[in-house]
């Protein structure tokens, strides 16, 4: 079993910037790739960027030179640096980690970005 919990959502205008950590404890000695998920109202969840255990990361199109993902505390904790937010941007953020081939999420953290 692995446990997440998520911190940093907020608030912010339009141009200004958050950061966002999830830290994993539990069994986490088979976690392999780190996520970050969004969904904003009457939307589907997307990938908004990934991060493997051999620091190779992916990022979605409408992220792409804006937010940085990376790992941190031996690989437990995983960033998104969030830059430039754009009202677009608004969501409920999630963290996914897939720990043998199972996917353990995140409880959500609230983005709400403002023009």
Known sequence: QVQLVESGGGSVQAG???RLSCAASG???GINAMNWYR???GNQRELVALITSGG???Y???VKGRFTISRENAKTTVVL???SLEPEDTAVY???VVCWGFDYW???TQVTVSS
Do not use: E, H, R, V
């Open 39 to 41: 969904q904003a109202p």
């Open 81 to 83: 640096q969030m830059n």
């Open 106 to 108: 995140g409880q959500g």
């Open 16 to 18: 200004g910037s958050l």
């Open 56 to 58: 190779s990361t992916k």
């Open 27 to 29: 069994t986490i000695f």
């Open 60 to 62: 979605a199109d409408f």
């Open 94 to 96: 999630y963290c996914k």
